[in-house]
T-cell receptor, first 112, second 113 residues
Framework: GQQLNQSPQSMFIQEGEDVSMNCTSS?????WLWYKQDPGEGPVLLIA?????ELTSNGRLTAQFGITRKDSFLNISASIPSDVGIYFC????????????FGGGTRLMVKP | SAVISQKPSRDICQRGTSLTIQCQVD?????MFWYRQQPGQSLTLIAT?????????ESGFVIDKFPISRPNLTFSTLTVSNMSPEDSSIYLC??????????FGPGTRLLVL
C-alpha cells in the first residue's frame, strides 16, 4: 500500500524556535493533510493542501504541497508550549479522497 | 466540522472479554471510519463503516475480531472481540462527507490486562 515517510520522528526544541517537518511518498498524492494530536485527544486537522505547489498558512503554521506531488512540509514559527503534540501527515488512498493513510508522526516537545 | 463523541472514553478490560465502542456524530455524514492507534504508533485504518451493509475491512482486520455496525448516518459501533493485551490501543472513529477531509473523534483508550 501507499506509505508516507515522515521525519523527524521527534523534536525537542526551545520555546520561540521555528520547527520544520516533512513527509515523503513514493506515490503521487492529490491531497496532503496535516493533523495534530494533543495528548489524550483525537487528531485535529490543521491544514489541507489540494494543489501541487500550494503554500498555505494557518496562523504560525505554514504547509506546502510539493511540486512533484510526492512530498509536503509543515513549518511552525516561534513555537510555544501548547505546540506540544504529535503531528501527522496524511494522504487519501481512494478516488473520493476520504480514506486516509498516515505518516508515522513527529512528536514535538517544547521547552519553556 | 461535525462534533463527534465516543463512548467509553477509556476502559480497562480482562483478556477474553469483548468491548463495544460507540461513535455518535451530531449531523448526518456520508462516511464513517474506525482506526486503531497502538501505543506510540500512527493511525491504522481498520474498516469503513457502511450504512445498511457490512463494513469494508482493511488488510489484517477481520469481521470476527472487529464487528462493526452502522444503523444510520450518525452512529456506528466497533466491537473488539475476545481481547488480548495486544489489543491495548486507542480506537478512533472519524467521519467525512463525500470528497471532503476526515474529522476525528476523541478516541477510546483501551487497556487489556
Amino acid at each position: 500500500g501507499q506509505q508516507l515517510n515522515q521525519s523527524p520522528q521527534s523534536m525537542f526544541i526551545q520555546e520561540g524556535e521555528d520547527v520544520s517537518m516533512n513527509c515523503t511518498s513514493s506515490s503521487i498524492f492529490n491531497t496532503w493533510l496535516w493533523y495534530k494530536q494533543d495528548p489524550g485527544e483525537g487528531p485535529v486537522l490543521l491544514i489541507a493542501l489540494y494543489k501541487a505547489g500550494e503554500l498555505t498558512s494557518n496562523g504560525r503554521l505554514t504547509a506546502q504541497f510539493g511540486i512533484t506531488r510526492k512530498d509536503s512540509f509543515l513549518n511552525i514559527s516561534a513555537s510555544i508550549p501548547s505546540d506540544v503534540g504529535i503531528y501527522f501527515c496524511a494522504g487519501p488512498i481512494n478516488n473520493a479522497g476520504n480514506m486516509l493513510t498516515f505518516g508515522g508522526g513527529t512528536r514535538l516537545m517544547v521547552k519553556p | 466540522s461535525a462534533v463527534i463523541s465516543q463512548k467509553p472514553s477509556r476502559d480497562i478490560c480482562q483478556r477474553g472479554t469483548s468491548l463495544t465502542i460507540q461513535c455518535q456524530v451530531d449531523s448526518q455524514v456520508t462516511m464513517m471510519f474506525w482506526y486503531r492507534q497502538q501505543p506510540g504508533q500512527s493511525l491504522t485504518l481498520i474498516a469503513t463503516a457502511n450504512q445498511g451493509s457490512e463494513a469494508t475491512y482493511e488488510s489484517g482486520f477481520v469481521i470476527d475480531k472487529f464487528p462493526i455496525s452502522r444503523p444510520n448516518l450518525t452512529f456506528s459501533t466497533l466491537t473488539v472481540s475476545n481481547m488480548s493485551p495486544e489489543d491495548s490501543s486507542i480506537y478512533l472513529c472519524s467521519v467525512a462527507q463525500a470528497q471532503e477531509t476526515q474529522y476525528f473523534g476523541p478516541g477510546t483508550r483501551l487497556l487489556v490486562l
